[in-house]
């Protein structure tokens, strides 16, 4: 059956042909009666391979597809993280900004978040222009690729991510506004998703309808406005994570302070061991830092991890012994929230203890 359609197509391109008919005519016509455009192509090859006497000559670029999908699925998988990362470390600003007095509590440091947010933009932002960068360069030096049917099937299922992400937005966004509880950081969240998903959309939405016959420098102008606009809000974005996560001189110094505290935690515990084992003995607290080492204490645990001196530590009167360090920088309001006891200022700071009591974590 197959066979017999093909001979009856194939006899009336020759016969519109005969009268006159144009290629356009005959695949446009085809087309609309719900031929394949695959057998249309081949009704016309065979046709013309008739007339000539010659083969009809293959293009040598069988390996377009799969470069095709190895650019665009790059450019789509960068261009998801970086602007997921993006929109986090926005949300960041905005907690820390606008603090929500009914949630006050954080489990970890808005530094790390920052910090983890802005190496996947500076990895993944620079990536994704030179990826495009090339696919423009491909596209100016032969139009055809942008008719790729990998590029427009990759394009519609990210319009497809972008507008699922904008409609659940506005569903959140109406679901707060029905209970009354918006606020102005939930506004602010909420148009920050839009304005990223809305930019994102429009820009591939516009570059469905690039095809062979489209104008490559308007196109590359078009994506040189939405590149120059991406890297501004980068760039702005990461200038304000790097004022809030501090420089990676800053992160080191924070991560030395965080290993004081918890050295000194750790004396604090050996202490009050040392205390319950000795009892009401003339000398109940250690004298000094070694002899607490020599009970089971580790003394890595006793000296400053970048200077390696040990930490202060002196017995005041009763049960009562004193711990000091010199610390790098103010702890954070967010980690004060959960070590209020620990708290400390840049530079030299001491806490004053009781064995007697429960030890403070």
């Excluded at 109406?174 to 429009?202: H, I, N, P, Q, W």
């Excluded at 501004?232 to 304000?240: E, H, L, T, W, Y």
């Amino acid at each position: 059956m197959k066979q017999e359609e093909t001979l009856k197509l194939l006899e009336f391109v020759e016969a519109a042909k005969s009268k006159g008919a144009s290629d356009e005519f005959l695949a446009s016509f085809l087309a609309r009666q719900g031929w394949p455009r695959d057998d249309i192509h081949a009704a016309l090859c065979k046709y013309w391979e008739v007339e000539t006497g010659l083969a009809v000559p293959q293009c040598s670029g069988g390996g377009e597809s799969s470069r095709d999908a190895f650019l665009y699925l790059l450019s789509f998988s960068t261009l998801a993280t970086w602007t997921s990362a993006l929109g986090s470390m926005l949300f960041q600003f905005i907690d820390r900004w606008i603090p929500d007095p009914v949630t006050t509590d954080q489990i970890y440091s808005v530094r790390t978040a920052v910090t983890w947010q802005m190496a996947s933009i500076a990895v993944a932002f620079p990536i994704f222009l030179l990826v495009m960068r090339t696919i423009l360069r491909e596209a100016r030096e032969r139009p055809e690729r942008l008719q790729s049917g990998v590029r427009k099937w990759l394009t519609y299922i990210a319009l497809l991510l972008t507008a699922g992400a904008m409609i659940c937005d506005l569903i959140w966004f109406l679901d707060y506004f029905l209970t009354g509880e918006l606020t102005s950081r939930f506004v602010l969240k909420a148009l920050t998703v839009m304005l990223l998903c809305g930019a994102v959309f429009v820009y591939y939405l516009g570059s469905l309808h690039w095809d062979r016959d489209t104008n490559i420098t308007d196109a590359t102008k078009r994506s040189a406005t939405f590149g120059m606009g991406a890297a501004a809000v980068v760039v702005a974005a990461f200038s304000i994570g790097l004022g809030v996560a501090g420089t990676p001189a800053v992160q080191r110094g924070m991560q030395a302070d965080h290993r004081r505290i918890q050295d000194l935690r750790a004396i604090t515990w050996g202490v009050h061991a040392w205390y319950q084992r000795a009892g009401r003995s003339a000398e109940p607290l250690p004298a000094s830092l070694p002899e607490l080492v020599a009970k089971g204490i580790s003394q890595s645990q006793t000296a400053d991890p970048q200077t390696g001196r040990q930490y202060e530590y002196r017995v005041k009167t009763g049960t009562g012994y004193e711990l000091c360090a010199a610390f790098s920088g103010r702890q954070e309001e967010d980690q004060v929230r959960q070590t209020q006891f620990w708290y400390h200022a840049k530079g030299r700071t001491c806490f004053t203890l009781d064995a007697s009591t429960q030890p403070v974590w």
